[in-house]
């Protein structure tokens, strides 16, 4: 199994320009999430997902767009980049529990932006 | 606002030694997990300690909770070089929404 597939690895962009994290799991897990990792913040939340159809806001979502169309996929949307955006971006899934609750996190390898 | 703090943020220690990671959060969760991460890695499940009083061991490390306390340890027996990696808890306040602490970067020196 693949379990949480991210791309790409590494991007450069320029000021205002927009771009999409994609990401995948092969786990059928019905939860997944985005974070960005910062030096000195850990992780931090932006957007997730308990199944397909349903998003919702994480700790900072502002300037991040999320879908969730199919049970596999969550592509993350920066849709006019910042500098501020510079991070490495996670992305992790995990199974739901039958009283909603989410398990441990699988996460993807990891997506390295830069904004210029 | 939910905060998850851990201390040290850097620790640096010998062979052999004995150390304890601290992590305390201000949510009255009952849900804490412990991950690793390699340098440039990703992050890896350590410990899921779904109760007060839970304690997982796995070789030379182990993690209690309690919840009463809001206090979770991630206590390292005999440090060996291998566990050199930066280490974070997260704490899972509402069932879908995961908090994480700042880490700490653990160098074990021979």
């Known amino acids: 199994n693949a379990g949480v597939t991210q791309t790409p690895k590494f991007q450069v962009l320029k000021t205002g320009q927009s771009m999409t994290l994609q990401c995948a799991q092969d786990?059928?897990?019905?939860?997944m999430s985005w974070y960005r990792q910062d030096p000195g913040m850990g992780l931090r939340l932006i957007h997730y997902s308990v199944g397909a159809g349903i998003t919702d806001q994480g700790e900072v979502p502002n300037g991040y767009n999320v879908s969730r169309s199919t049970t596999e996929d969550f592509p993350l949307r920066l849709l006019s980049a910042a500098p501020s955006q510079t991070s490495v971006y996670f992305c992790?899934?995990?199974?739901?529990?039958?009283?909603?609750?989410?398990?441990?996190?699988?996460f993807g390898e990891g997506s390295r932006l830069t904004v210029l | 606002e939910l905060k998850v703090e851990q201390n040290p943020l850097f620790l640096s220690m010998q062979e052999g030694k004995n150390y304890t990671i601290y992590c305390n959060y201000s949510t009255t969760s009952d849900r804490l997990y412990w991950y690793r991460q390699d340098p440039g890695k990703s992050l890896e499940s350590l410990f899921v300690l779904l109760s007060n009083g839970a304690v997982k061991q796995e070789g030379r490390l182990m993690a209690s909770l309690d919840t009463k306390a809001r206090l979770s340890t991630l206590h390292i027996t005999a440090a060996v070089h291998d566990l050199s990696a930066t280490y974070f808890c997260a704490v899972d306040e509402t069932g879908n929404q995961f908090y994480f602490g700042t880490g700490t970067s653990l160098t074990v020196i021979p």
């Open positions: 992790a899934s995990s199974y739901r529990g039958q009283g909603g609750d989410t398990g441990e996190l699988f």
């Open positions: 786990m059928n897990h019905e939860y």
